[in-house]
């Protein structure tokens, strides 16, 4: 390597960002949540972990956070590997099924709340969900495979 020379990892060796979040439908609607930064881009709720932090912990504190809910029979659902929708960075996100404790309101930095059954032409949904959740929720015969 030349003296004063960089090196740099190509973009697909970049960490993924890592995150929980929770697929919670009730009635044959999922429920989604808008960030007050992107309140036109619908997503799963949750977040990043602490660095100390197990998965189901972090979705647990994440959900307190911002819908004053706690996550009731979380099972794991899947890992989606893809672009982060604000960040635009690779992005891991493992999502767990969860009934919650109570109704949510949205805090922290949320905006807006919406269930939603995936097939609304006029929302916004990150792709990561629309391409990777909708599509394995609909398969379990969790929410309708058509707009009703």
Do not use: C, N
């Not at 197990?54 to 989606?80: H, K, M, N, Y």
């Not at 999502?95 to 404790?101: G, L, N, P, Q, Y």
């Not at 949320?110 to 939603?116: G, N, Q, R, S």
Request: overall charge negative; aromatic content about 4%.
């Amino acid at each position: 390597m030349e003296q004063g020379s960089v090196l740099v990892s190509p973009p697909d060796e970049l960490e993924p960002l890592v995150v929980v979040a929770a697929a919670i439908v009730q009635e044959g609607r999922l429920l989604v949540v808008s960030k007050q930064a992107a309140p036109e881009v619908f997503y799963l709720p949750g977040g990043k972990p602490d660095a100390d932090e197990e998965p189901i912990e972090a979705l647990t504190r994440e959900l307190d956070e911002e819908l004053g809910v706690q996550p009731l029979e979380p099972r794991f659902l899947t890992d989606v590997e893809a672009l982060a929708a604000l960040e635009g960075v690779p992005m891991k996100m493992t999502v767990f099924e969860a009934r919650i404790s109570r109704t949510p309101q949205p805090a922290a930095e949320l905006a807006d709340l919406k269930w939603v059954s995936g097939h609304e032409s006029d929302l916004r949904i990150a792709p990561a969900v629309r391409d990777h959740v909708l599509p394995l929720l609909r398969q379990h015969g969790v929410l309708p495979s058509k707009a009703i």
